[in-house]
């Protein structure tokens, strides 16, 4: 887009050329860079390429808008379905049906699986069906850029350099689409903005891409023919131009998962404030015979300021009285946060919110999700959030002094008065899940790791609800949660136990699965001392293998926001890695006032089992709720063994829904593709289809 303001005497177009021509002669020089420069007759085709580039951005929403449509009127169907009576609400029930579900498994299959390096751990591939997506976005754009090109004479470089510009600027407003919390695009196509994240970033390298072709191209073509040095001196667009390259360029590496993770809220505001002076550079870079180019900048600023606005409104109107939080201590160093907003009194199960207590952190807000539904916890808003640094570990230290009464038995909570110091919380949102309706499904399994449970648990309470006020599809539910230490169970034990029973009464079955990796409970000396069902050593300690289930999912577990995982991880295959060391104490040898919720213990019958015998505690107000609704089992779930067992028993399409570390999301990923594609789901074998949510956030 570089231009010198003004005209030249010197031809211009296709047929221009530097023969017969003293290039030495500094008038002449400047006459040719001018002429090279004068960009009124590829300005035309390049703004019709924009054109082009949104018409492609356009087909794709409304597709994808139009797929999402089919889905939940599928699902609908099949709530109606169920209400009437059907045998199998959750089957195609005709050839039409039966076409589309083929076609899904196969995308599914195609989608689904993720690779994750053995030895770059934290380094984060994403799905399948996201790269493909990203490499046609790319094809679409490099396309674009050398569709039909074919101008010849001293113009080619400064020509191809142009059209990139125009590409680059054409996609400012899909950047800002993408990123807001509230856009038209996650709107339309049913999508939260979470999962769009993705997308923005990418779209900021190809933008970035795009950008650094415009000024490679400009500047070699400018060198072919020795003007360079004067287009240096004597054009404002060079300067301008570089600057908006170096901010592109900080803005896509600062957005990278590691400078993120450093600290969320330097990330938040030096990006805005980049992003604002990006915007600025923009501006002065473009020259004055190309304004029309800014309709994209405006466009952007524009969408910008709609997201802000509406959340200023919505978050203005939450807080305009602000609700109330009561702390509780956990074990496990999780803080269970219970808020009573007069404002917020709806959201979706496993949404989540942008959570501000003032007197932990003035100015500090950051993700949380709700592990409550409205008709669970008397419509309050609960969370966990594990303590790490800073604002999370600020709030565990204010639980350590409040309430504990879902530690205290019955007896003690009778007799003593619990104190509940409360907290003004200030919420943002909710935000987010936007999934299929599990309980439109035959079968429906909802895995977790550690405090990923928080999306798992809110999903189980409202199909216990539903299906307590009206019929549902759903014959089956397996609720799966792998914690590191027995303990942390009484985290949610009577929403377990609730939900279980409602569930029991109107006859849909449903199995609750614990498998507990790093507790000493599970593991004793005897001759072999090897039984822990890895290559851990118990005598050097208590077996400790799934480090995967640190920080399980998620914005819960990190005061800066990120979802990323603390320690290494073992992707995929979830291999042993003995990390011994002494387990923490029991909260109930530190204390006899508070219970210890162990039940009896059984060894998994799956693949990988621990062979060491178990031993149990002593009896206690909470264990036998615990044998009433749940089965603890020693190890890591066999996921394949586990997911074919259950896909045999479903009459019809089954939901999976997946909360926890990388680690754990990549072998869930890849396990249902294999199982749905060795099943031959939905392809005339009678197996079903296989849906997968896969919850997994990096900020």
């Not at 939940?72 to 609400?89: C, G, S, V, Y």
């Not at 770059?120 to 090109?149: A, C, H, K, M």
């Not at 990006?271 to 015979?289: D, E, K, M, R, T």
């Not at 593709?673 to 900020?699: I, M």
Request: one cysteine or more.
């Amino acid at each position: 887009m570089d231009s010198m303001d003004g005209g030249s005497a010197m031809p211009t177009g296709p047929g221009l050329s530097d023969m017969g021509l003293d290039m030495s002669n500094l008038t002449v020089a400047s006459a040719f860079l001018a002429a090279v420069l004068d960009d009124d007759n590829l300005q035309p085709y390049d703004w019709a390429l924009t054109g082009v580039f949104w018409y492609g951005i356009v087909i794709v929403v409304t597709l994808t808008a139009f797929v999402n449509l089919i889905t939940w009127l599928t699902l609908k169907a099949r709530i109606r379905a169920a209400a009437a009576k059907h045998p199998r609400p959750a089957q195609p029930s005709n050839l039409i049906s039966s076409m589309i579900a083929t076609t899904t498994a196969i995308v599914r299959e195609i989608s689904y699986p993720q690779i994750t390096p053995t030895r770059l751990q934290r380094l984060r591939i994403p799905p399948f069906g996201s790269i493909i997506l990203v490499l046609t976005y790319l094809g679409f754009i490099l396309g674009l850029e050398f569709y039909d090109f074919n101008y010849p004479g001293a113009q080619y470089w400064e020509a191809l350099g142009l059209r990139a510009s125009w590409l680059t600027v054409a996609q400012f407003p899909l950047l800002i689409l993408l990123a807001g919390k509230n856009n038209l695009i996650g709107l339309i196509i049913g999508i939260s903005y979470e999962r769009l994240q993705i997308l923005h970033r990418w779209v900021a390298r190809v933008m970035l891409l795009t950008a650094s072709l415009h000024g490679a191209y400009q500047t070699y073509g400018w060198s072919q023919y020795g003007v360079l040095q004067i287009e240096i001196s004597t054009d404002s667009c060079i300067p301008t131009g570089f600057a908006t390259w170096i901010l592109l360029l900080w803005l896509v590496f600062s957005a990278t998962a590691p400078f993120r993770n450093l600290s969320y809220e330097f990330f938040v505001v030096q990006h805005v404030i980049s992003f604002i002076g990006f915007l600025v550079a923009v501006f002065y870079h473009i020259p004055s015979n190309a304004l029309n180019a800014r309709i994209f900048i405006w466009l952007a600023i524009g969408f910008f300021a709609l997201d802000r606005l509406t959340r200023l409104i919505r978050s203005a109107f939450n807080n305009s009285k602000p609700g109330r939080a009561i702390l509780t201590e956990l074990p496990g160093g999780v803080t269970k946060i219970s808020v009573r907003s007069p404002r917020i009194k709806s959201w979706k199960p496993a949404q989540h919110v942008f959570l501000s207590i003032p007197r932990f952190g003035v100015g500090q807000s950051h993700p949380a999700t709700i592990a409550s539904v409205p008709s669970s916890h008397s419509n309050e808003l609960v969370f966990f959030l594990r303590a790490h640094k800073g604002f999370t570990k600020r709030v565990l230290g204010g639980a350590a002094s409040a309430s504990t009464e879902t530690l205290l038995s019955k007896e003690r909570l009778a007799a003593v008065p619990v104190p509940e110091e409360q907290f003004v919380a200030l919420v943002d949102g909710p935000y987010g899940a936007s999934y299929s309706d599990f309980a439109a499904f035959d079968t429906t399994v909802l895995v977790a790791g550690s405090t990923g449970v928080t999306f798992t648990l809110p999903i189980l309470l409202d199909i216990a609800y539903r299906a307590s006020t009206q019929r549902l599809p759903l014959r089956s539910l397996v609720f799966i949660w792998m914690i590191k230490n027995t303990e942390w169970a009484v985290w949610i034990v009577h929403e377990l136990q609730d939900a279980v029973e409602k569930l029991h009464a109107v006859g849909i079955e449903v199995e609750v699965k614990i498998y507990v990796t790093c507790d000493p409970s599970f593991t004793e000396e005897a001759e072999d001392t090897r039984k822990c069902g890895c290559d851990c050593d118990v005598r050097q300690g208590p077996c400790c293998c799934d480090t995967s289930l640190d920080d399980g999912d998620n914005d819960d577990v990190d005061d800066t926001g990120s979802r990323a995982l603390n320690d290494a991880i073992a992707p995929v295959e979830f291999k042993s890695s003995c990390c011994g060391g002494s387990n923490p104490p029991s909260i109930s040898d530190e204390n006899p006032d508070l219970i210890s919720p162990i039940p009896t213990l059984v060894p998994s019958t799956e693949k990988i089992k621990a062979s060491s015998r178990f031993r149990t505690r002593a009896t206690h107000p909470l264990k036998d709720r615990l044998e009433k609704c749940s089965t603890l089992h020693s190890g890591r779930p066999n996921f394949k063994a586990l997911l074919w067992d259950v896909l045999d028993k479903s009459q019809g399409e089954t939901g999976i829904a997946v909360c926890g570390p990388p680690a754990l999301s990549t072998t869930i990923r890849n396990t249902v593709s294999a199982v749905s594609d060795q099943r031959g789901a939905n392809k005339g074998t009678g197996a079903g289809g296989v849906y997968l949510h896969s919850e997994c956030y990096y900020w």
